[in-house]
């Protein structure tokens, strides 16, 4: 018996199974590659939501006044995109406030008598709400389907209370989600949405 022999029969064990080495290793080699093309993959991902860097600097006023933004349809929802990159943004964006938008996730929901579906809505003030004095409601035929948040309804409720007239429109089902603002503004979101 050889030296290589005596070393096998040192360390090879008979009860555990032989391995091939050269399959193995091309197995970690097919491993290695689907990982960087994976990588690969994730680094070509080009979000198509608006990210918060680039929502300061792109969501202000234009010389007329009005949003960069207009009304689009993506995944079964409406969605508010912005007018040079059509990237969308989202209706917990800070930046919208000082667009004169008002937009929420809709809370209260589960509890509410109706269910919400995309179209107009109603903002309804209810000043005598036993949990916030400055809640606002959300009703579609006349039916309360839930709430603009607490911290949001503090300010939409003193636009309401003073007589502005604004518009609303649940753009989202799941989650369920409402935009509001002046008649003009949401006449100007709507300008690229064909019937």
Not at 15 to 37: C, I, Q, T, W
Not at 140 to 166: C, E, H, P, S, T
Not at 189 to 195: H, I, T
């Amino acid at each position: 018996m050889g030296l290589f022999d005596r070393l096998r029969g040192k360390f090879h064990d008979p009860s555990r199974p032989k391995v091939n080495r050269r399959a193995e290793m091309n197995g970690r080699l097919a491993e290695s590659r689907r990982h960087s093309a994976s990588e690969a993959e994730a680094s070509e991902y080009v979000s198509p939501y608006l990210n918060s860097d680039r929502a300061s600097e792109l969501l202000v006023p234009g010389e007329n006044g009005m949003p960069p933004l207009y009304f689009t349809r993506h995944a079964n929802a409406l969605w508010l995109a912005e007018n040079t990159t059509g990237l969308l943004v989202n209706v917990a964006n800070r930046n919208l406030r000082r667009l004169n938008i008002w937009s929420c996730r809709v809370r209260g929901d589960a509890h509410a008598v109706g269910t919400i579906r995309v179209g107009f809505v109603e903002l309804v003030r209810e000043p005598k709400n036993p949990h916030d004095a400055n809640a606002v409601a959300i009703h579609q035929d006349d039916v309360n389907i839930g709430y603009f948040n607490r911290g949001m309804a503090r300010g939409l409720a003193k636009v309401l209370d003073r007589g502005d007239v604004l518009q609303a429109v649940a753009i989202s089902v799941e989650p369920p989600k409402v935009v509001a603002s002046d008649p003009q503004i949401m006449q100007h979101l709507n300008r690229r949405m064909k019937n």
